[in-house]
């Protein structure tokens, strides 16, 4: 039974992905080779996503548009750079392939797309042939933010040997030792940190690294402490510290971890509130206690009049409420008695 036109572009496309040359050659006698299946693939991407470098030589050598774009402006580059395929790259290269041309929905390049998945050898050779390693995706990320996000610790190590900038910042301001370390990715925001990223940056909200670790776990936190970061420093939106943030979250061992470095138990955010405010509010007993025990202020007053006490009741955080009544009480026998124990 014959196949119809439609149905021999489709052949033509999968075949190409592992096919043998007289597979193609044949095929080619009656089928475009410039056809594209719905997503604007031809059969040069489908090679190209095979890593079939025999058939995509033929291609090449038969009229093949090396830069022919998907919907989404995927090029097969941009396939090959996808896969870490650094044969079928430098076939592509070596064919004139345009290495910037950037996709529509994100504006990624080859590049990025590289970066992402740590393909070194990759972004070696699309650096060699003229790639920009400051290229801008969509809301200001480059390579340097996607390997950070990614955790790709040696692309990082080879995208700042080539020069990207380290203290780069998105649209929204974040660094890429902020994406790395938001992100949980422990050996990148290390590294970033050894090679000199600025740690003071803030980004749109107004958060540190510190900030953002604060979030997360103890031990990017004690990173960025170590690199200098200021305990105490304060957001733009509510004038949180990181102790806020972490007080918020309920992060008890990140708490534990900024009162040991200095941090001001008793700094209010714009509303008034202290960090013992916030752990009242969302119920997180332990974090109330331990604030407590470093010397937060129980009685302290926040924009509305409310203290801690006042907050666990309208919460109905019950042993919460006990612990503070018992702690105002040996607060209270101290201010009596001038004794330090209850």
């Known amino acids: 039974m014959d196949l119809s036109k439609d149905q021999l572009e489709k052949q033509l496309r999968e075949t190409s992905r592992s096919g043998t040359v007289s597979d193609i050659t044949k095929l080619l006698e009656t089928t475009d080779i410039t056809s594209q299946d719905s997503e604007g693939f031809t059969a040069l991407h489908y090679a190209a996503a095979g890593n079939n470098i025999p058939v995509l030589k033929l291609l090449v050598a038969k009229g093949a548009k090396v830069n022919s774009v998907s919907k989404n402006g995927c090029t097969p580059l ?16 070596e064919s004139k392939a345009d290495v910037d041309i950037t996709t529509k929905s994100t504006k990624h390049t080859a590049l990025l797309v590289a970066a992402e998945f740590g393909y070194n050898s990759v972004i070696k050779k699309l650096l060699l042939s003229g790639a920009n390693i400051h290229h801008n995706m969509n809301k200001g990320f480059t390579a340097l933010h996607i390997s950070a996000q990614h955790g790709q610790t040696e692309t990082i190590q080879l995208l700042l040997q080539e020069g990207c900038n380290i203290n780069s910042q998105t649209e929204s301001k974040w660094t890429p030792l902020m994406v790395a370390i938001w992100n949980e990715q422990y050996q990148a925001a290390e590294e970033l940190k050894n090679n000199g990223a600025n740690i003071h940056l803030k980004n749109q909200a107004g958060n540190t690294v510190l900030a953002l670790a604060a979030v997360k776990h103890t031990h990017l936190v004690k990173l960025c402490l170590s690199a200098g970061c200021d305990v105490n420093t304060q957001e733009y939106e509510l004038n949180w510290t990181p102790l806020h943030v972490a007080s918020a979250t309920g992060k008890q061992d990140v708490v534990k971890t900024l009162l040991t470095h200095a941090a001001n138990v008793n700094i209010p955010d714009r509303r008034g509130n202290t960090p013992l405010h916030l752990a009242a509010h969302q119920g997180y007993r332990n974090v109330v206690a331990t604030l407590f025990d470093a010397g937060a202020d129980i009685f302290a007053l926040n924009a509305g009049n409310l203290t801690c006490l006042d907050i666990a009741k309208e919460r109905m955080y019950i042993e919460i409420v006990r612990d503070l009544i018992a ?11 001038g004794h330090p124990w209850s």
């Open 78 to 93: 941009y396939v090959a750079s996808q896969s870490g395929y650094i044969d079928t790259v430098n076939e592509l290269i």
């Open 327 to 337: 702690n105002i009480e040996r607060v209270n026998y101290k201010h009596v008695t």
